[in-house]
């Protein structure tokens, strides 16, 4: 009778977490997946930069799989963050630009993972449920919520975030106080400690806002940039303290004593910002907004201890090949993900080096392309009928030197596995690899949040808040427009 009823206790354990084989159990790691919003590729310490400091991130570099070519999913921010959670380009998943909203009809790495046996949890920027303006509390009913995809804990908002945020604890809003990367690890840190007792594997997202404008750092943290402008020594500020935040963390999984059965990856959502001094991107060409590299080429690295031998790596990798990987590692079946998928399974790259990828990484936003393969990366600015370029990122990472007309071949090439590519593109945007053939429900339009009824109640409290003020405010009367228009010409 014991017998059969351990059985039926571990046929129910089975049932319950499907994607979970014996095999998996026994090597399944902890995940953890950190995101800046705005960080460009030159920001870093280990990439030499004139004066930010990165200690906890140079050390990370220095422990795991170090990418000189790391890409984001697009040059902003949800498009990224869509690419993250499902592995294939945002256009396909409805994710135009900022502020869509995730097709729910997606999967996600979050959905597999929990039923694989996962607990999983968000913190810090969302901003897939089609809401835009500054980062704001989400609600528990909220269809595009994290729990909607996956995320069994949130601590999260709908935007950027900066010092002192109120946020939303699955859809319990919430006054926090301290700089938002601080916060953000440090609800993560409360998850790891727990639910590591319960002998679950645990998948963490850490979305800073982080150093998105509007830019507001702590005094000690701006300190050392003094001698800039208030934008930038606010800026710099801000890294110095998710920098900070990054240290937390990995001090944090050394003393859970799960460092080295943990996989954690840090990358940015897009490239760096122009107009701040010293310079974002490395010297590359393009900011965020840009299919040139400043605004898609980011920060990239994995680390493991006890699987990945610390190195740097050329290997072209991005954002679309995180779930590809951890479902290869975690042995996750095929129809976790929706089809097509953009990304390929770093696993192989974690033993040895790689010197070819098996496929182009592709890019569309608005009316800008990019095709970018192991050498050369195929562009155009203006999809509707401007010039295709063509780049060796190995001998002129800074594109300067448009080469589609002394390498005929090889735009030939390229452009043709594009068109391809870009064909596909359009059947998945009209719903095509989806079980019906269709977007259901419709996509909705991005809005900002403070337009929508859900919101109104608390217009009149919040608007006194900083990071609220210049969007909520009443606008002046015209008097009072033209009493300080007065003022001004005194």
């Excluded at 897939?128 to 996956?150: E, K, M, T, W, Y």
């Excluded at 998928?341 to 010197?355: A, N, R, Y």
């Amino acid at each position: 009778m014991k017998a059969i009823l351990s059985c039926v206790t571990f046929c129910s354990v089975l049932s319950a977490f499907p994607f979970a084989s014996p095999a998996a159990e026994a090597s399944r790691p902890h995940i953890i997946f950190v995101m800046a919003d705005d960080m460009g590729w030159g920001q870093t310490g280990y990439r030499g930069h004139p004066m930010l400091e990165t200690p906890n991130i140079d050390t990370m570099a220095s422990n795991g799989l170090r990418f000189e070519r790391f890409y984001a999913g697009g040059p902003v921010c949800s498009p990224t963050r869509a690419s993250v959670l499902t592995g294939r380009s945002h256009e396909r998943t409805g994710v135009l630009s900022h502020g869509y909203a995730l097709r729910t009809q997606e999967r996600t790495i979050a959905q597999a993972l929990k039923q694989a046996g996962y607990v999983t949890g968000h913190f810090g920027k969302w901003h897939l449920n089609g809401h835009r303006g500054p980062g704001v509390p989400i609600f528990a009913n909220d269809p595009h919520a994290p729990s909607g995809f996956g995320f069994d804990e949130w601590v999260s908002v709908s935007n950027f975030y900066d010092v002192d945020p109120l946020m939303s604890r699955a859809g319990k809003f919430e006054q926090l106080k301290g700089d938002s990367s601080d916060i953000a690890v440090n609800e993560a840190v409360k998850f790891l400690e727990q639910h590591l007792p319960r002998g679950m594997p645990m998948f963490a997202v850490i979305w800073f806002g982080t150093p998105h404008s509007p830019f507001k750092a702590l005094d000690g943290d701006k300190a050392a940039f003094r001698d800039l402008n208030e934008a930038s020594r606010n800026h710099y500020g801000e890294l110095v303290a998710m920098d900070r935040s990054i240290g937390t963390l990995r001090a944090k999984l050394r003393e859970l004593d799960i460092a080295d059965d943990t996989l954690l990856v840090f990358c940015s959502d897009n490239g760096g910002l122009p107009g701040i001094t010293p310079d974002t991107v490395g010297g590359l060409r393009g900011f965020k907004g840009s299919v040139f590299e400043g605004g898609i080429r980011v920060p990239g690295i994995i680390e493991w201890p006890s699987t990945i031998q610390p190195r740097v790596t050329n290997y072209p990798a991005c954002v679309m090949d995180l779930f590809p990987t951890v479902a290869d590692l975690v042995d996750l079946p095929e129809h976790v993900m929706t089809k097509p998928v953009d990304g390929l399974s770093l696993k192989p790259l974690f033993e040895q080096e790689i010197t070819a990828r098996r496929a182009p990484i592709g890019f569309r936003y608005q009316k800008q392309r990019a095709w970018v393969d192991d050498r050369f990366k195929l562009l155009t600015e203006d999809s509707s009928g401007g010039k295709f370029q063509l780049y060796d990122l190995i001998a002129d990472p800074q594109e300067v030197h448009d080469l589609s007309e002394k390498e005929p071949e090889v735009f030939a090439r390229m452009n043709a596995s594009f068109r391809v590519w870009d064909a596909t593109m359009d059947a998945s945007f009209q719903g095509r690899d989806y079980a019906d053939g269709k977007v259901s429900p419709p996509d909705p339009e991005p809005v900002n949040w403070y337009d929508t009824p859900q919101y109104q109640p608390y217009l009149a409290e919040w608007e006194q808040r900083w990071e609220f003020k210049r969007y909520l405010a009443p606008a002046p009367s015209p008097s009072q427009s033209e009493s300080n228009s007065r003022k001004a010409k005194k």
